[in-house]
């Protein structure tokens, strides 16, 4: 047998004993794998993603009892939301990130998508924010270890509405920079603006082709906006400079997608 084999194994083992554990918490009724481990991008390195879903009142007090070493937030402490909390834990040597999902938020959001509705939330980490149907998102992507969930197809609703409303909130970011930014010669205002419109606009383009998104690490990649690296590399302290920048990044979001 391989190492390779033998790794595999071992990591299937590990895998499954934090799942039935995870289910075991009371109102738990489902837990998934996510991130790059459910896509199969994943190196070695990788953080483990593991989501559970909960109906009623979930007590985090019970995950923490658990005795994994790691951090354990309250519901709500990650910014409330439809991202409304988790934990950062190593076991067996291994980084697991948990989140807590509500089933009833859920469903909601899965609802609100099938009819092209969703809101927006700002979180952590994520330079664009994030839209409501990101878990819907989760319940197509992740693989379902516990319990039952739905798997989604991309809402013909949701493609149709939500490009308008990304493209509408990069036209308004960087339209703001151009305002309050630009003839002060603010390079690092800038340069925010335009990658956060950058995103925003890599949201829509996604959107528009139906597929989903979970996060922000390879979104500028998946959505042929790479170039803006050119564009953010060339900024400089100077109005000119700021000003053809944030032309060129606006002729770029145009001409993709």
């Known amino acids: 047998m391989t190492d390779a084999m033998t790794d595999a194994m071992t990591d299937a083992m590990f895998l499954d004993d934090v799942a039935e554990r995870l289910a075991a918490l009371p109102a738990v009724r ?3 794998l996510g991130g790059s481990r459910a896509q199969g991008t994943h190196t070695p390195e990788s953080d483990w993603d593991l989501a559970l879903y909960y109906r009623g009142g979930f007590d985090p ?8 070493e790691g951090e354990v937030s309250g519901l709500g402490e990650w910014g409330g939301g439809v991202f409304n909390g988790g934990a950062w834990l190593t076991i067996d040597g291994r980084r697991v990130d948990i989140h807590y999902r509500d089933l009833e938020v859920v469903e909601h959001e899965l609802a609100e998508s099938r009819q092209g509705r969703f809101h927006w939330e700002p979180l952590m980490f994520h330079l664009a924010g994030i839209p409501s149907y990101l878990v819907v ?11 039952t969930l739905p798997r989604p197809e991309y ?14 909130r990069a036209a308004l970011t960087l339209r703001y920079a151009s305002a309050a930014y630009v003839t002060r010669g603010q390079a ?6 335009v990658a956060t419109a950058a995103l925003q606009t ?3 383009v996604l959107a528009a082709r139906g597929e989903w998104v979970t996060n922000e690490k390879r979104l500028l990649q998946r959505a042929d906006l790479r170039g803006i690296d050119t564009i953010v590399a060339g900024l400089r302290p100077e109005p000119t400079a700021l000003a053809e920048a944030i032309a060129a990044a606006e002729a770029l979001f145009e001409a993709t997608g």
């Open 202 to 204: 890599a949201h829509a």
């Open 30 to 32: 489902a837990v998934t």
């Open 137 to 147: 998102a989760e319940l197509a992507l992740n693989q379902v270890l516990r319990g």
């Open 155 to 168: 809402p013909g609703a949701l493609r149709a509405a939500a490009p308008p409303v990304w493209r509408g």
């Open 188 to 193: 690092t205002e800038v340069a925010g603006a």
């Open 61 to 68: 007090a019970t995950l923490r009892a658990v005795g994994w």
